[in-house]
C-alpha cells in the first residue's frame, strides 16, 4: 500500500471504495491520485542549476480527504498557518520517494537536497502544494534533463495546460532553451489503464516511466 500525503489519508483513499464507486471517477482505476504541476527550474549567479522549484495542485476529491478532521477558523476556508502541519506531513512523506523528481546531466544523477520553503495553499476547494528542491552540489552544464513521474503510477503527474509556460527558467546564464515533454507527446497508450493491466503485468511497478514529465535545458 502506498502513502503519499500520510498514510492515514492512503488508509482512507482505500478503506473508502465504496464511497469513490458512488462518485464520477472509476474506484480503483490507476492511477489514484492527479497532480497538475507548474515548475521552475532556478540557476545560481555562477550559471550553474541551483534548485528546482514545484507547485503541485491536487485533485479535487484528493484534496477533500487531505482536508478531513482538520479545524479553520472559517468554514471552508484554510490560511497557510493552518496547514501547516499538513504540508510538514506532506514534505516529511515525499522525502522517501525523492519528491518524484529526477535530474542528470551527462547520465550521471544529480541528488537534491530535503525540500524547503514548503507550504499549502487551499484555493477553488483544491489543495496545492509549494516547495524549492534545492540540489546538493549545484551543477553547472550545458545539458540538464529532469524528469517527474511515479514509477508506480499510483500519482498521475501533468504540466499545467492551461498555463502557456508551466515550466519557467530563473537567472539562466545567456539564452538558454528550454524544451517540456509531456507524457501524451511520447507514449502511445491513453493515460488510464485498467487495473487488470497492473495486476497481470509483473513489471507494472515500474510502468510510471512511460508516463514522465521531461524537462531539457540547453544552456550556451
Not at 515525499?94 to 507550504?119: C, H, M, P, Q, S
Not at 497508450?189 to 493491466?197: A, T
Request: charged share 25%; net charge negative; with cysteine.
Amino acid at each position: 500500500m502506498r502513502s503519499f500525503m500520510t498514510i492515514r489519508l492512503s488508509r482512507l483513499l482505500f478503506a473508502s471504495a465504496a464511497w469513490i464507486a458512488a462518485s464520477a471517477i472509476p474506484a480503483f482505476a490507476h492511477p489514484h491520485v492527479f497532480v497538475t504541476m507548474k515548475s521552475e527550474i532556478v540557476y545560481g549567479a555562477d550559471g550553474a542549476v541551483a534548485a528546482v522549484r514545484h507547485a503541485w495542485t491536487f485533485d479535487d476529491m484528493f484534496s477533500t480527504y487531505a482536508l478531513q478532521g482538520l479545524d479553520s477558523k472559517d468554514k471552508g476556508v484554510f490560511t497557510r498557518e493552518e496547514l501547516a502541519p499538513l504540508a510538514e506531513v506532506n514534505i516529511t512523506s515525499l522525502k522517501e520517494y525523492d519528491y518524484f523528481t529526477e535530474a542528470r546531466v551527462n547520465e550521471k544523477k544529480i541528488e537534491f537536497d530535503g525540500a524547503k520553503d514548503y507550504w499549502l495553499e487551499f484555493k477553488d476547494s483544491v489543495l496545492t502544494l509549494h516547495f524549492t528542491l534545492p540540489v546538493k552540489s549545484p551543477a553547472k552544464a550545458q545539458a540538464i534533463a529532469f524528469e517527474i513521474y511515479d514509477p508506480s503510477y499510483f500519482i498521475d503527474f501533468s504540466f499545467d495546460d492551461k498555463d502557456k509556460d508551466p515550466v519557467k527558467l530563473a537567472g539562466t546564464p545567456g539564452q538558454c532553451k528550454l524544451d517540456v515533454s509531456k507524457p501524451g507527446d511520447t507514449t502511445p497508450q491513453g493515460k488510464r489503464l485498467s487495473e487488470s493491466f497492473f495486476s497481470s503485468n509483473p513489471d507494472s511497478s515500474k510502468i510510471g516511466a512511460l508516463y514522465a514529465n521531461k524537462i531539457a535545458v540547453k544552456c550556451p
